[in-house]
């Protein structure tokens, strides 16, 4: 705040009616018409501010401004309530004065970089990442729509001194981002104050939203992919940061390899409580035979932050080689490219039980629809790191490099006009219904449409893409749980979920079709039916052998939190809760980090959780 901007006279009334044109205005023209608030907020967290003074503070901490920004802060999708559970202390909120475009504490004074140890600034602080984070998700070389949250309500809460505790999470029940404070020594560590941990937790907030149903996934890829998601977010975040940028070059002399700079997460936080410089590092040599059958989610999830870390460097090397960048050049058209390449392909995962051969083949068709004619070869590059990982296989990998896809029209039984679809979700039921055979859903099958949404994407160069219509719909098939390795849960109802993601582009051509097969049988006919049932006893299978695993490991507890998301001592990553009559699994939003000595059904875990 204490930054200033190429500024133009606007009034609030004028401000307002730019507000409705600002996909349209360029980043330096928003800044001039006060349409972004520069906002002093941690780079990283106060350990690296106190190491690197340099790195201090984002210099490029700008946040969107909307009309409805208020005391707390408040604004149209996030809520500070400073709420201390261990204290039961509120305490008063940052107040926002719009003459100066500022937020200040109880006695009016400006909360920036010179009143950092208020707990109005900490509020700030954290309030200024997550609007800059939502913003990278929803702009168009993201996800290029709003995102909704995964609860009833429009605002996630957000409690930056929630108790005393060395944790920070994500919490669906009772709507809120929580971060905890600990000591060491004479020192407290505030998580609020981490840039890398506000990023990592709001990323499972973001992909609990847009997929809500992979919280019920009982498979430990599913629950590594949300972490994966959380350290990807922090990470691409990071990278956009000018000065880090530029301090990166100047300690790696251009090779990203030299240095583990940009891959470490949460500094503070990781030395403070797992005695290491950081959590987890997006540099490792992992392949996914190495984790495949590993009960870590955080340690599976780094086979799939290296393999797009390994995209990162490629592309680095090739802007620089191939294109003759010079490395600041290099490294910008990188991380911008990777908002893209990474980002996008999030709307065309299924709605249930993503691996990560889901998530390489929407990188890699989320590619081809933005960048169809693949002039520098990306595509055979994301393919080749994702073979070497053996996220995918060799002969898969073969036929994907010589495939060229054409997009196609469903082979219908009943024909229904995209916009109609796209109107509401009683229309895309109907589109479902009736045709339950050309899309593999069996007639038994009470399918749900679990969401249906318009984006509006852009290619790196801001064109324009093909509109997208993403559809997902889901069924449940019921399962009873015999045998002895279910535990108590013996004789109980389960269900498997099942389902695809429908994505569509505004002449009803097919972008992408990502399915989840079950059981129940099928009217359609023929071979490729025969492989939709094939894989859909493949699910079953590996659904019932991960939920008898979690059983004999102690893994799965009763519903945990409340209202309030309080912190339990001790947390299994899996919680059960029964839901008309049938029992549901759920990833726990509490799960600790656990020690990669330690052995993978049985090892402790930290009091830390991301």
Same mark, same amino acid.
């Given at each position: 705040?204490?930054?200033?901007?190429?500024?133009?006279?606007?009034?609030?009334?004028?401000?307002?009616?730019?507000?409705?044109?600002?996909?349209?205005?360029?980043?330096?023209?928003?800044?001039?018409?006060?349409?972004?608030?520069?906002?002093?907020? +941690?780079?990283?967290?106060?350990?690296?501010?106190?190491?690197?003074?340099?790195?201090?503070?984002?210099?490029?901490?700008?946040?969107?401004?909307?009309?409805? *920004?208020?005391?707390?802060?408040?604004?149209?999708?996030?809520?500070?309530?400073? +709420?201390?559970?261990?204290?039961?202390?509120?305490?008063?909120?940052?107040?926002?004065?719009?003459?100066?475009?500022?937020?200040?504490?109880?006695?009016? %004074?400006?909360?920036?970089?010179?009143?950092? /140890?208020?707990?109005?600034?900490?509020?700030?602080?954290?309030?200024?990442?997550?609007?800059?984070?939502?913003?990278?998700?929803?702009?168009?070389?993201?996800?290029?729509?709003?995102?909704?949250?995964?609860?009833?309500?429009?605002?996630?809460?957000?409690?930056?001194?929630? =108790?005393?505790?060395?944790?920070?999470?994500?919490?669906?029940?009772?709507?809120?981002?929580?971060?905890?404070?600990?000591?060491?020594?004479?020192?407290? *560590?505030?998580?609020?104050?981490?840039?890398?941990?506000?990023?990592?937790?709001?990323?499972?907030?973001?992909?609990?939203?847009?997929?809500?149903?992979?919280?019920?996934?009982?498979?430990?890829?599913?629950?590594?992919?949300?972490?994966?998601?959380? !350290?990807?977010?922090?990470?691409?975040?990071?990278?956009?940061?000018?000065?880090?940028?530029?301090?990166?070059?100047?300690?790696?002399?251009?090779?990203?390899?030299?240095?583990?700079?940009?891959?470490?997460?949460?500094?503070?936080?990781?030395?403070?409580?797992?005695?290491?410089?950081?959590?987890?590092?997006?540099?490792?040599?992992?392949?996914?035979?190495?984790?495949?059958?590993?009960?870590?989610?955080?340690?599976?999830?780094?086979?799939?932050?290296?393999?797009?870390?390994?995209?990162?460097?490629?592309?680095?090397?090739?802007?620089?080689?191939?294109?003759?960048?010079?490395?600041?050049?290099?490294?910008?058209?990188?991380?911008?490219?990777?908002? !893209?390449?990474?980002?996008?392909?999030?709307?065309?995962?299924?709605?249930?039980?993503?691996?990560?051969?889901? +998530?390489?083949?929407?990188?890699?068709?989320? /590619?081809?629809?933005?960048?169809?004619?693949?002039?520098?070869? +990306?595509?055979?590059?994301?393919?080749?790191?994702?073979?070497?990982?053996?996220?995918?296989?060799?002969?898969?990998?073969?036929?994907?490099?010589?495939?060229?896809?054409?997009?196609?029209?469903?082979?219908?039984?009943?024909?229904?006009?995209?916009?109609?679809?796209?109107?509401?979700?009683?229309?895309?039921?109907?589109?479902?219904?009736?045709?339950?055979?050309?899309?593999? *859903?069996?007639?038994?099958?009470?399918?749900?449409?679990?969401?249906?949404?318009?984006?509006?994407?852009?290619?790196?160069?801001?064109?324009?893409?093909?509109?997208? *219509?993403?559809?997902?719909?889901?069924?449940?098939?019921?399962?009873?749980?015999?045998?002895?390795?279910?535990?108590?849960? %013996?004789?109980?109802?389960?269900?498997?979920?099942?389902?695809?993601?429908?994505?569509?582009?505004?002449?009803?051509?097919?972008?992408?079709?990502?399915?989840?097969?079950?059981?129940?049988?099928?009217?359609?006919?023929?071979?490729?039916?025969?492989?939709?049932?094939?894989? =859909?006893?493949?699910?079953?299978?590996?659904?019932?052998?991960?939920?008898?695993?979690?059983?004999?490991?102690?893994?799965?507890?009763?519903?945990?939190?409340?209202?309030?998301?309080?912190?339990?001592?001790?947390?299994?990553?899996?919680?059960?809760?029964?839901?008309?009559?049938?029992?549901?699994?759920?990833?726990?939003?509490?799960?600790?980090?656990?020690?990669? /000595?330690?052995?993978?059904?049985?090892?402790?875990?930290?009091?830390?959780?991301?």
């Amino acid at each position: 705040m204490a930054r200033k901007s190429r500024d133009l006279k606007v009034t609030r009334l004028e401000r307002a009616s730019l507000y409705a044109a600002r996909r349209f205005l360029d980043r330096s023209l928003e800044e001039a018409l006060k349409l972004r608030i520069p906002f002093d907020v +941690y780079f990283q967290d106060p350990q690296v501010a106190d190491e690197n003074p340099k790195l201090a503070f984002d210099e490029d901490g700008f946040v969107p401004w909307e009309p409805g *920004i208020g005391d707390g802060p408040t604004s149209a999708r996030f809520a500070i309530v400073d +709420y201390d559970g261990s204290t039961e202390i509120l305490a008063p909120p940052a107040r926002w004065v719009e003459e100066l475009n500022a937020f200040v504490d109880p006695s009016g %004074k400006l909360l920036d970089r010179h009143n950092k /140890e208020s707990l109005q600034f900490h509020q700030v602080n954290v309030w200024a990442i997550l609007q800059r984070a939502l913003d990278f998700f929803e702009n168009g070389f993201g996800l290029g729509r709003s995102i909704p949250w995964g609860f009833d309500g429009s605002r996630l809460i957000v409690v930056p001194h929630a =108790g005393y505790g060395e944790n920070a999470f994500y919490d669906r029940q009772s709507k809120s981002l929580q971060f905890y404070y600990f000591d060491r020594g004479k020192e407290r *560590i505030l998580t609020c104050l981490s840039t890398d941990i506000v990023n990592h937790e709001f990323g499972h907030a973001v992909l609990d939203g847009i997929r809500p149903h992979f919280i019920e996934s009982v498979l430990p890829e599913t629950a590594a992919f949300h972490e994966f998601m959380g !350290d990807l977010t922090a990470i691409l975040i990071a990278f956009r940061n000018n000065a880090f940028r530029q301090q990166l070059i100047a300690d790696t002399q251009g090779d990203l390899e030299s240095e583990s700079t940009l891959s470490r997460l949460a500094e503070q936080f990781g030395r403070h409580v797992a005695n290491q410089p950081y959590l987890r590092s997006a540099r490792n040599d992992l392949k996914y035979a190495d984790v495949a059958n590993d009960q870590r989610p955080h340690h599976m999830s780094q086979v799939l932050t290296g393999s797009m870390f390994d995209i990162v460097l490629r592309l680095s090397k090739y802007y620089v080689t191939e294109r003759n960048r010079t490395v600041p050049q290099a490294f910008w058209d990188t991380i911008q490219r990777m908002q !893209d390449m990474a980002v996008q392909p999030l709307d065309l995962l299924p709605p249930v039980d993503v691996t990560f051969r889901d +998530y390489a083949l929407a990188v890699l068709r989320a /590619e081809e629809i933005a960048n169809p004619t693949d002039p520098d070869g +990306y595509r055979l590059m994301m393919l080749d790191v994702f073979e070497r990982r053996g996220i995918l296989q060799p002969s898969e990998t073969a036929r994907l490099k010589l495939s060229r896809h054409v997009f196609d029209r469903l082979d219908l039984d009943v024909f229904h006009d995209v916009e109609t679809i796209a109107s509401s979700k009683a229309e895309a039921y109907r589109f479902l219904d009736d045709n339950r055979s050309a899309l593999f *859903i069996p007639y038994d099958a009470d399918v749900t449409v679990a969401d249906l949404c318009t984006a509006q994407k852009l290619t790196r160069q801001a064109r324009r893409q093909p509109r997208q *219509i993403l559809l997902q719909y889901i069924w449940r098939e019921d399962i009873i749980l015999q045998g002895d390795q279910f535990g108590r849960f %013996k004789g109980q109802m389960a269900s498997l979920l099942c389902g695809a993601t429908l994505a569509l582009d505004e002449n009803g051509n097919v972008l992408a079709w990502a399915r989840k097969p079950g059981t129940l049988p099928l009217a359609r006919k023929g071979k490729a039916a025969e492989d939709e049932a094939r894989e =859909g006893k493949r699910r079953r299978d590996a659904f019932l052998a991960a939920l008898a695993l979690r059983v004999k490991a102690g893994r799965i507890a009763s519903a945990i939190g409340g209202e309030k998301g309080l912190l339990p001592k001790s947390v299994a990553p899996i919680t059960s809760r029964v839901v008309n009559g049938a029992v549901r699994f759920e990833l726990s939003p509490h799960v600790g980090i656990h020690d990669d /000595e330690h052995d993978e059904l049985g090892g402790r875990s930290c009091q830390i959780s991301s």
